[in-house]
T-cell receptor, first 114, second 111 residues
Framework: EAGVTQFPSHSVIEKGQTVTLRCDPI?????LYWYRRVMGKEIKFLLH????????ESGMPNNRFLAERTGGTYSTLKVQPAELEDSGVYFC????????????FGQGTRLTVV | AQSVAQPEDQVNVAEGNPLTVKCTYS??????LFWYVQYPNRGLQFLLK??????LVKGSYGFEAEFNKSQTSFHLKKPSALVSDSALYFC?????????FGKGTRLHILP
């Protein structure tokens, strides 16, 4: 069974540019999460999809961030325009529904804004 | 507020010695607790979870964790550390289907 995959693995962009991150969850997982870790700090929750619906987007930093999950399969996270403080590692995770289920994580996308 | 605390930024242990990585939590209701590990240039890997039942939970790579309700703790343990256990460890709690992480503890196993 394929795990959670993220693309690209690394991205270096200039301030003001746009970047789109993609996450392919494990097939059959309704829950999809986006997290971000800035160097040396905690893993911060960004948002949570259940199928194609945004269940909780309380962690999204501002309106420069837009996440979608059309059709309830893969998800994209777009940053437009990117700022220096957006740099970090963006993780995607998926899980079955239920509080007792563990989430499976992708390898992350390392975003560097210069 | 729901939260997870990992009081140690780094833990150093000699190879072959027992290791403990500490975690405390603050949640309302029953806690669903997890440990994840991150090796260099890799994503987070699930190690083990506590849902209900026995307070001692066994997981991958010989790790185990002890749930202590009175102390609101879920410390990660291993009887004999390996150099290959060196990595970043995250404690997490599931709250309303959202997973909240601690800030992580870097574990160094010294040969």
């Amino acid at each position: 069974e394929a795990g959670v995959t993220q693309f690209p693995s690394h991205s270096v962009i200039e301030k003001g540019q746009t970047v789109t991150l993609r996450c392919d969850p494990i097939s059959g997982h309704d829950n999809l999460y986006w997290y971000r870790r800035v160097m040396g700090k905690e893993i911060k929750f960004l948002l949570h999809f259940v199928k194609e619906s945004k269940q909780d987007e309380s962690g999204m930093p501002n309106n420069r961030f837009l996440a979608e999950r059309t059709g309830g399969t893969y998800s994209t996270l777009k940053v437009q325009p990117a700022e220096l403080e957006d740099s970090g590692v963006y993780f995607c995770a998926s899980s079955h529904r239920g509080l007792n289920t563990e989430a499976f994580f992708g390898q992350g996308t390392r975003l560097t804004v210069v | 507020a729901q939260s997870v605390a990992q009081p140690e930024d780094q833990v150093n242990v000699a190879e072959g010695n027992p290791l403990t990585v500490k975690c405390t939590y603050s949640v309302s209701g029953n806690p669903y607790l997890f440990w994840y590990v991150q090796y260099p240039n890799r994503g987070l890997q699930f190690l083990l979870k506590y849902i209900t039942g026995d307070n001692l939970v066994k997981g991958s790579y010989g790790f185990e964790a002890e749930f202590n309700k009175s102390q609101t703790s879920f410390h990660l343990k291993k009887p004999s550390a390996l150099v290959s256990d060196s990595a970043l460890y995250f404690c997490a709690v599931r709250v309303h289907d959202k997973i909240i992480f601690g800030k992580g503890t870097r574990l160094h196993i010294l040969p």
